[in-house]
């Protein structure tokens, strides 16, 4: 996100200098800061996506979901249901089956109840 941030200021500078009289002020809106997830609870929920034939990804969300909110009560991680159309999402065309959706359900059921084993 920060080098996001310094392209668009360079892009924006060099717009201004390319056009006389232009001037563009900005003003940060939001920002969200880097929220680590709990390894152990990623490792159930892999774990779970195992147990289910299920392939699976570690990724890192930029997304300002809940659960960044979250993690700084308990150990917090995310799953993410398979998406069609290349993984889309915040978009009107981003759509999950009901079958992708039921086995996202199912991860998060064991990983649950594997988390409530947990001494």
């Known amino acids: 996100m920060a080098r ?3 392209d668009l200021a360079a892009f924006l500078r060099e717009l201004e200098d390319a056009r006389p009289g ?3 002020t900005t003003r940060r809106m939001a920002g969200t800061a880097y929220v680590p997830f709990d390894e152990t609870v990623q490792k159930v929920i892999a774990g779970a996506a195992d147990d289910r034939g299920l392939a699976h990804i570690s990724l890192l969300s930029g997304a300002g979901h ?11 991680a995310m799953i993410f249901v398979r998406g069609e159309h290349d993984g ?5 065309r981003e759509y ?6 039921a ?3 199912d991860v998060l059921a064991t990983t649950l109840l594997r988390l409530a084993d947990q001494d």
């Open 103 to 105: 086995c996202g359900v």
């Open 88 to 92: 889309i999402s915040h978009n009107p």
């Open 22 to 24: 232009l001037t563009l």
């Open 66 to 76: 809940d659960a960044h909110e979250i993690a700084a009560l308990c150990p917090t």
């Open 4 to 6: 996001a941030e310094e």
């Open 96 to 101: 999950s089956t009901p079958e992708a959706c």
